[in-house]
């Protein structure tokens, strides 16, 4: 393995400040940060009366997510409170995948040793194979939920979904909906991880093996499951989001 | 040592073919069910598509398991 494919899981530190390490993830998430503030700076002062190109498709992706949202909502409020955070995580994982694809992204670098043996580490590397960032956003996600629940019904009436005294069965069931709560961090982080984690493993394999046209598909579908886990992640938080707010019985 | 490895190895492939085994199914049933059921009335394709995505992603979260369970044993 250490001749041929380098695979491992855990994101390879470039250089220390302190304690902290600085790892190749953490710089290309900051990057994605950069170029998507920059790209929204630069849209925000570019928006025309007329709409160019990028107006009208940036227009119909926001707006048709806003009508989506508040769709599923049934409420102009409630869609104005969380359309910001679920279009914020989509765009943030979308921006990340594509950006992990990039040519130069795991092949510049510096060699050194990480993990006790000698290796290239890259500067930059596809942010959603590190399991540190996608617990962090199932994280975000999972208290922008449980707070929603909590805004939405009160603090008790939201706790009365998961332990309640009605009855026995009653509070089995809220036992078993509290685990199913907690196992949406688990989900959340490891679905995410998960896919892009096999898809770069597939690119590398295709390219160890056939370097010259195999890679291509391959790529064109990791750009296709990157837009579709940027999209599952926000859909999945709109749609627990709904179930979190809407009435216990 | 090299035994347990392998092991370890073999292991982690079996938990995560068999452990894929049923969610796939279950995915494909609830697709396919979904797909009919907007065939039949195209009004309500976007309540029957939120419901699916819902659907798959309970279904989905098996999978996931199995493939957690896969890297426990791997790696601790």
């Known amino acids: 393995m250490e001749k041929g494919i380098a695979i491992h899981l855990a994101p390879q530190a470039v250089f220390h400040i302190g304690s902290l390490a600085i790892t ?14 920059l790209f929204a700076i630069y849209f925000r002062n570019s928006v025309r009366l007329v709409p160019g190109r990028l107006q009208v498709t940036m227009e119909a992706l926001v707006g048709g997510a806003y009508d989506y949202v508040q769709e599923t909502l049934e409420s102009e409020t409630l869609a104005r409170r969380y359309f910001p955070i679920i279009m914020t995580i989509f765009f943030f994982v979308l921006a990340t995948n594509w ?24 500067f930059f590397y596809p942010v959603n194979t590190d399991l540190n960032v996608t617990i962090a956003l199932a994280l975000i996600a999972f208290f922008t939920i449980e707070v929603a629940g909590i805004i939405a019904l009160g ?32 989900s959340f982080s490891f679905r ?14 295709a390219i160890f093996f056939v370097p010259l046209v195999l890679p291509v ?19 999945l938080t709109l749609l627990f989001t709904k179930l979190a707010i809407a009435e216990p019985h | 040592m090299e035994q347990l490895e392998g092991m370890k190895a073999l292991a982690m492939a079996i938990v995560v073919g068999v452990g894929v085994f049923g969610p796939g ?10 797909l009919e059921a907007i065939g039949r009335n195209p009004e309500a394709s976007s309540d029957i598509r939120s419901t699916m995505i819902l659907g798959v992603a309970f279904t989905e979260a098996l999978a996931i398991f199995a493939i957690v369970v896969g890297f426990i044993i791997k790696y601790v």
């Open chain 1, 155 to 186: 603090a008790l009436r939201y706790g009365g979904k998961f332990i309640n005294f009605h009855s026995p069965l009653a509070f089995f069931i809220g036992i078993i909906e509290l685990i199913g709560e907690m196992a949406r961090l688990v």
């Open chain 1, 24 to 37: 190749s993830t953490l710089i290309t998430s900051w990057l994605t940060v950069a170029v998507l503030v």
């Open chain 1, 217 to 235: 598909p391959v790529m064109a579908f990791e750009l296709f499951v990157g837009a579709i886990q940027a999209v599952v992640f926000a859909l």
């Open chain 1, 99 to 122: 950006i992990g694809l990039l040519p130069g992204v795991t092949s510049i670098g510096i060699w050194g040793v990480s993990h006790g043996h000698e290796a290239l580490i890259p």
């Open chain 2, 25 to 34: 199914l279950g995915i494909g049933i609830l697709v396919s069910k979904a």
């Open chain 1, 192 to 205: 995410l991880f998960g896919n892009i984690f096999a898809g770069k493993t597939l690119l590398l394999v």
